[in-house]
Each structure stands twice: as C-alpha cells, then as structure tokens.
C-alpha cells in the first residue's frame, strides 16, 4: 500500500538546523554569543534525551546532554553561526517570542513531541514551557494551520500551559507528519 507525503510531513525537507524551531514552539530556550546561539530543552525521560541528541546530530548539531538540579536532563546544542537565525527570529531581548507568521512543519513538531508531548487518553498534550504573553495562542494558531486544532490548557507558572488535541483523524495526521517514533521511545509514548 503507497500512501502519500505530506506537505508539511518529516519527508517534505532534508533535516536542517532550522528544525530546532519546534523545540522552541514548546519548552525549549535559545541564547545568544556573538554571532552564534545555543538551543537548549529539559526534558525529563532519559529517552526523550537520546531522541533529541539523534536527532540534533541528524542536522549536523554536536549535542550534549547534562543532569539538571532538579534530576531532570538537559539537552543542548554547541554554540553554532547555524543556530543564529533561530536567535533572531526568536529572540526580542532576553525574552524567547514566536516569529510573526510562525508556522509549523513535520520536522520541527517531530522534536516538539520528542521534548514535551505525550499521550493522555486518547489525547496527545504539547507542552509550551514558560512562554511571553500570546505565545499559547501562536501555537494554536499553528498548529490549527496543519489541521491539528487543538484547546489551550493552563499548567504551574514553573512548567506553563499546554495544548491538547484529539481525535481519530488528528491523531493520524499528526503521526502522518511526525513519522515513526524515535528508537528510544517506549511503547505508547509516540502517536
């Protein structure tokens, strides 16, 4: 049986620096040095941490993964003149904003849901991180954009709000665009 790529599916593009926007879209931060930025995520399964580092070095990004104070792991890329564009496009300040127009494709939202989605139910919950103000609502807008409509939901101030989406055909659209789960991932962890 042949199926047909997505447009905004993982098979669309070549993987690319780039990609790390979906990190960014949920609870991922980026810093600046010079001409050059950091892309960092917590994450608090050991296999979301493999997935992301495979994941990083698939785009030519040497990833690091430290343990956290708080016992959980953080995932980070080197400081990289291929990361500064993300920097500038996100950055206002010190204060991590979406790009006006932001818009979601396979690739990034595949890193989304290796940092910070889950299954609840027969739900699947993104969650967004401590954001600035109408970030949430970017997001939905988003990803309402590649068919996934979803509601916002609130979280604690230190974790921040989430999205959640359901539903047959939402679920199969969203595990048409983000491709077969990473090999670290345990059984009913991916979509």
């Not at 960014?24 to 979301?48: H, I, K, Y």
């Not at 990289?80 to 496009?89: D, I, K």
Request: hydrophobic fraction near 45%.
């Amino acid at each position: 049986m042949s199926r047909q790529l997505s447009l905004f599916g993982i098979e669309a593009a070549a993987p690319g620096p780039g990609d790390l926007a979906g990190l960014l879209a949920g609870p991922g931060q980026v810093v600046r040095m010079g001409g050059t930025a950091r892309v960092s995520v917590v994450v608090e399964e050991r296999w979301r941490a493999v997935a992301l580092v495979t994941e990083m070095r698939e785009r030519g990004l040497a990833a690091t993964c430290v343990q956290t104070v708080e016992e959980n792991l953080g995932v980070r890329t080197p400081y990289s003149t291929a990361l500064a564009p993300l920097a500038v496009a996100w950055l206002r300040g010190a204060l991590k904003v979406p790009p006006a127009g932001f818009a979601l494709e396979g690739r990034q939202l595949r890193l989304w849901m290796a940092a910070a989605g889950r299954l609840e139910d027969k739900d699947v919950v993104l969650r967004l991180g401590r954001c600035s103000d109408g970030t949430d609502k970017t997001m939905q807008r988003a990803l309402a954009m590649i068919g996934l409509s979803c509601e916002i939901l609130s979280g604690p101030a230190r974790v921040g709000p989430s999205l959640r989406f359901g539903g047959r055909r939402r679920l199969a659209r969203l595990a048409e665009m983000i491709g077969e789960a990473p090999d670290a991932a345990p059984e009913g962890a991916w979509p």
